[in-house]
Nanobody, 120 residues
């Protein structure tokens, strides 16, 4: 069964850092572009970052590009989202989204999410 599972969320003070992890199983991880989204209650899910299947290209939501870093290790079937200088408004559930680089919407997966709470 194909799975993408996030971890690494938690309660952090403003200004702190977190590294979120997305681990894939039962799938050729290197064939998938990986995206990170976040969602707060009663709002639409918001795209924040993406990394190409081979790791050569990244892209960020403009408002987070100076604090978020997306990366991946295809040998470990893992993607990461490093979040620095956390702000209260970063509080959200963060989701890993995988989309096949060649076949697009035919093969897409979402993880269950990991909660990030930024509070003093």
């Amino acid at each position: 069964q194909v799975q993408f599972v996030e971890s690494g969320g938690g309660l952090v003070q403003p200004g702190g850092s977190l590294r979120l992890t997305c681990i894939a199983s039962e799938v050729t991880f290197s064939a998938y572009d990986i995206h990170w989204y976040r969602q707060v209650p009663e709002k639409e899910r918001e795209w924040v970052a993406e990394i190409a299947a081979d790791g050569t290209r990244t892209n960020y939501l403009h408002s987070v590009k100076d604090r978020f870093t997306i990366s991946r290790d295809n040998a470990r079937n893992t993607a990461y989202l490093q979040i620095d200088r956390l702000k209260v408004e970063d509080t959200a559930v963060y989701y890993c989204h995988a989309r096949h680089a060649m076949f697009g919407s035919k093969f897409v997966y979402w993880g269950p999410g990991t909660q990030v709470t930024v509070s003093s």
